[in-house]
Structure formats: structure tokens, C-alpha cells
């Protein structure tokens, strides 16, 4: 969940005007209250829809508003899109090596060229 509360957070920011740490407690707490499956993946899905239309929808000025967030610093709203979308496809990446090399569970891994040109250190997948 933490995953795409915070890709929500980076989004919402553009209404906000900022994603700091309160933010992060806040949108975690918010979709923390989720625990039907139904419910994950509907705000899942919201959350995904609402990125993806505001990417392909948005005006260059909501693109570029800028915006206060603790990633990143002082960055266009468009730029805290790119760094909170591609921290969640390393902690995606993670999860799903996770799932096939400590659970033994096949995952449903985006294919390769799904996630090309996204940058994913190799250090996320060291086994301490």
C-alpha cells in the first residue's frame, strides 16, 4: 500500500503545493484504512487512473507548477511525478523478487520491456 499511497502523495502535491514527511504519515494512514481486496485494488486503480490522466491531460502549467516535496526539493510537479513513479517501480521490483526468491511464489512480473529505461539499482536486490 505504501507504494502507491506515495505515488498518490507525489500527485497530490500539485494541489498542495507540497509532499512532506506529514504528508507521507497522512496518505499512509489514508490508505492504511483499506483491507478488503476489493477496496486495495480499487484505490489502486484510482490512484493509477488519476496519474495516468493528469500525465496525458494536464496542462504544461499543472506540469510544471512548482512544488515542495521531500524528494526532490523544489521540483515541477511533473518532475516529483518521475521520481515518486520510478521509487515505486524499485520497490515493486523488490516486492517481486521477494515473492519468487524468498517465498517461492511465481510472480506476475511487468515483462522487461515494461520497465525500460526505468533505472533500478542492483543493491535494492542484495541478500544481507
Known amino acids: 500500500m505504501r507504494i502507491v499511497a506515495f505515488a498518490e502523495g507525489g500527485y497530490a502535491a500539485q494541489e498542495r503545493g507540497k509532499f512532506d514527511t506529514d504528508d507521507m504519515f497522512a496518505v499512509t494512514a489514508r490508505a492504511g484504512r483499506f483491507t478488503d481486496v476489493d477496496d486495495i485494488c480499487s484505490y489502486i486503480a484510482r490512484v493509477r487512473d488519476d496519474i495516468a ?4 491531460r494536464g496542462s504544461a502549467e499543472s506540469h510544471e507548477r512548482v512544488v515542495r516535496s521531500h524528494y526532490g526539493g523544489e521540483v515541477a510537479e511533473v518532475e516529483l511525478l518521475r521520481i515518486m ?43 544481507r
Open 53 to 56: 490522466t493528469f500525465l496525458r
Open 85 to 127: 513513479l520510478r521509487h515505486s517501480t524499485h520497490h515493486l521490483r523488490q516486492l517481486h523478487w521477494f515473492m519468487e526468491h524468498v517465498l517461492l511464489v511465481p510472480s506476475t512480473a511487468p515483462a522487461p520491456e515494461d520497465l525500460a529505461g526505468i533505472v533500478t539499482p542492483d543493491e535494492l536486490f542484495e541478500v
